[in-house]
Structures are given as structure tokens and as C-alpha cells.
């Protein structure tokens, strides 16, 4: 008998070691894959970028005068799932993406909204809440606001608009000036004729 469970106690053991070893493997190809591209969405954002590894998702860290942005794949337990405030009503367990704002001194207002109810509501005017996933959701706490979105993000664009709402929304709860839009250089014209003001 004893010698059936030490068995059993192997096939178990073979069987953890084998899961743990191919989420993983699993991670490290969706990391190398989509690397590039949120290297690429860092520097455009004027971040630092954390390559992902075993365990361990991409991330984005970007910080701003009113507040600090960062975008993150995590892995969650169905346990973290379950007791997270910002994954109820999500599958349990599972890779996501998050988008995330803090909030300064002005604590936010709480809410959590899907993708159709945002389209729907006045206070998401204007922001490009349309490249969002279907499945994504904006939660907002005392200290910060989150987009959660399920699996493994690899588009530049929807990592851009989720980071473009946070910022947003986070420079809406702090009441800093919205940014100012880019003047571009006026070129002078050919021949050396000075441009017209």
C-alpha cells in the first residue's frame, strides 16, 4: 500500500512539474513573439519596457506628472482571480492584460463598465474606447483606474487606446490641463521667401 502512494505522490508531482513547465514555455514563445511590438508601443510612449519571461508577462511603465501608467500581461491563479476586485466575472485563472492609472491626491470615483456600456456613457466622450477588445472592462478605485482585458494583448493599437483612456481618466481626476496639441515648424518655401504669419 505504502508503495502505491509514493506512486501516486510521483504521477502527481510529474504531472505539476509537467503544467508549470509548459506554462512556462507557453509564456516565454508569447513574450519573443510579441516583444517587438511592446518595445515599440515603450518608446512611443516615452517608457521603459520589461521583456516578459517564464511567470512573468510584458510591461510598460510610464510616468507622467499627474500620475504613473503602466501596461502589464499577468498570469493569474484562479485564486487571484477570484479574490481580485478588478477580475470579478472573469474566468478563473488565465493570462490578461492590464492598463493601468494611478491617481494622486484626488482619489477617483468607483465604477466598472464594460466596452458597450462606456460607448454608451457621456463621461467616455471623445476617448477611443472602440479599439478597446469586446471583453474589456474600465474599473476604477479610490487610487487608480484599470482596463482588463483577457489574454494576451499583441496589438499596438488597442496598447495604445487602453493607455490613452487611462491617462485620461486619471488626468480628468486630477485636474491637469488636457495636452496641447503639437504645433508643427513652419517650413519656409522654396527660394528663401519667408512664410506668412
Given at each position: 500500500m505504502p508503495l502505491i502512494a509514493e506512486l501516486i505522490s510521483v504521477v502527481v508531482f510529474l504531472v505539476i512539474v509537467g503544467v508549470v513547465w509548459?506554462?512556462?514555455a507557453l509564456n516565454k514563445g508569447r513574450g519573443a513573439a510579441s516583444g517587438g511590438v511592446w518595445q515599440q508601443v515603450a518608446?512611443?510612449?516615452?517608457?521603459?519596457?520589461?521583456?516578459?519571461?517564464?511567470?512573468?508577462?510584458?510591461?510598460?511603465?510610464?510616468q507622467h506628472p499627474f500620475t504613473h501608467l503602466s501596461l502589464e500581461i499577468k498570469l493569474?491563479?484562479?485564486?487571484?482571480?477570484?479574490?481580485?476586485?478588478?477580475?470579478?466575472?472573469?474566468?478563473?485563472?488565465?493570462?490578461?492584460?492590464?492598463?493601468?492609472?494611478?491617481?494622486?491626491?484626488?482619489?477617483?470615483?468607483?465604477?466598472k463598465c464594460s466596452?458597450?456600456?462606456?460607448?454608451?456613457h457621456a463621461g467616455f466622450h471623445g476617448l477611443p474606447i472602440a479599439s478597446l477588445p469586446n471583453d474589456a472592462e474600465i474599473i476604477s478605485f479610490p487610487r487608480d483606474v484599470m482596463i482588463?482585458?483577457?489574454?494576451?494583448?499583441?496589438?499596438?493599437?488597442?496598447?495604445?487606446?487602453?493607455?490613452?483612456?487611462?491617462?485620461?481618466?486619471?488626468?480628468?481626476?486630477?485636474?491637469?490641463?488636457?495636452p496641447q496639441p503639437v504645433q508643427q515648424p513652419v517650413q519656409a518655401p522654396a527660394y528663401?521667401?519667408?512664410?506668412?504669419q
Open positions: 509548459g506554462v512556462v518608446m512611443q510612449l516615452g517608457g521603459t519596457h520589461t521583456p516578459g519571461g517564464g511567470f512573468r508577462g510584458q510591461r510598460i511603465d510610464v493569474l491563479s484562479a485564486v487571484n482571480v477570484a479574490s481580485s476586485p478588478y477580475h470579478q466575472g472573469r474566468p478563473l485563472g488565465g493570462t490578461f492584460t492590464h492598463a493601468t492609472a494611478t491617481f494622486g491626491v484626488n482619489p477617483g470615483t468607483e465604477y466596452k458597450a456600456q462606456a460607448l454608451q482588463v482585458m483577457n489574454g494576451h494583448v499583441k496589438d499596438a493599437n488597442v496598447l495604445h487606446a487602453a493607455a490613452h483612456i487611462v491617462l485620461e481618466l486619471a488626468r480628468r481626476q486630477a485636474g491637469a490641463p488636457a528663401g521667401i519667408p512664410p506668412q
